[in-house]
C-alpha cells in the first residue's frame, strides 16, 4: 500500500513537473511568434510610411 502511494505520487509530482516545462515551452513559442508577426508588420508599416514620405518629396520638388 505504501509502496503504490509513493508511486502515486511521484507520477503526480513528474507530471506536474513535466507539464509545467511543455508549458512553459509551449507559452515561450507563442510569445516568439507573436513579436516575430508584430515586427514585420512593423516594417511593412515603416517601409509604407517611407513611400509615402518620397513620394511626397519627389511632388513638392516638382
Not at 17 to 37: D, N, P, Q, T, W
Not at 48 to 59: M, R, V, Y
Amino acid at each position: 500500500m505504501v509502496r503504490s502511494m509513493a508511486w502515486g505520487y511521484a507520477r503526480i509530482i513528474a507530471g506536474t513537473i513535466a507539464g509545467g516545462g511543455v508549458g512553459f515551452y509551449v507559452m515561450h513559442r507563442l510569445e516568439i511568434s507573436y513579436k516575430e508577426k508584430w515586427d514585420e508588420r512593423l516594417r511593412k508599416y515603416e517601409e509604407e510610411l517611407n513611400k509615402k514620405k518620397q513620394k511626397s518629396e519627389f511632388e513638392e520638388a516638382l
